[in-house]
Nanobody
Framework: QVQLVESGGGLVQAGGSLTLSCAAS????????MGWFRQAPGKERAFVAS????????YYADSVKGRFTISRDNAKNTVYLQMNSLKPEDTAVYYC???????????????WGRGTLVTVSS
């Protein structure tokens, strides 16, 4: 059974930084693309960033481009989301996701984590 467990969320002031981690188990992380999504209060879940199997391809939502960085350590079965210059509008529950293929554009989402809350105060 695949498990994705997010950590690293919390309360931070605008302009600050946080790093989210997603620990994966149950299926070899290195075989699949991974992604981060977020859901703000009253809004639908939205794409944030994704990374291909070996990290050669990364993709970002326009709203986070230049501020967030997705990375992965396949040896540790962990994916990261480094978030800098945080804004109040980044406040959301952040979800880790595992795609069904090696490249995110080639498949859909197979598994979701339970999420971690990020709150950015102004």
């Amino acid at each position: 059974q695949v498990q994705l467990v997010e950590s690293g969320g919390g309360l931070v002031q605008a302009g600050g930084s946080l790093t989210l981690s997603c620990a994966a188990s149950g299926r070899t992380l290195s075989m699949y693309a991974m992604g981060w999504f977020r859901q703000a209060p009253g809004k639908e879940r939205a794409f944030v960033a994704s990374i291909s199997r070996f990290g050669g391809g990364t993709y970002y939502a326009d709203s986070v481009k230049g501020r967030f960085t997705i990375s992965r350590d396949n040896a540790k079965n962990t994916v990261y989301l480094q978030m800098n210059s945080l804004k109040p509008e980044d406040t959301a529950v952040y979800y880790c996701a595992q795609y069904s293929s090696a490249r995110p554009e080639s498949g859909g989402i197979d598994y979701w984590g339970r999420g971690t809350l990020v709150t950015v105060s102004s």
